[in-house]
């Protein structure tokens, strides 16, 4: 059974889970790998590896600058 939700003038549906399981993992995800995790890591998208690394650099091998938009609030 579907739930029809508004979210300002933008209609959806929301699916509700019958799943009694747990949630899954950061390290269970094929995409990421959290090997080097480490209190107060990120993660940050490899694309020579094509996966999420943990990581406390955000430009891990490249010496810059690195311009964060936090958005219009």
Do not use: C, H
């Not at 650099?57 to 311009?67: A, I, S």
């Amino acid at each position: 059974m579907a739930i029809k939700v508004r979210v300002g003038q933008t209609q959806g549906v929301k699916v509700p889970t019958t799943s009694s399981t747990s949630g899954g993992t950061m390290a269970s995800l094929q995409d990421t790998n959290v090997s080097n995790v480490a209190n107060g890591s990120v993660l940050v998208y490899d694309a020579n590896l094509s996966k999420w690394v943990a990581t406390n650099e955000l430009t891990p091998t490249n010496v810059k600058n690195l311009d964060v938009n936090g958005g219009s609030f």
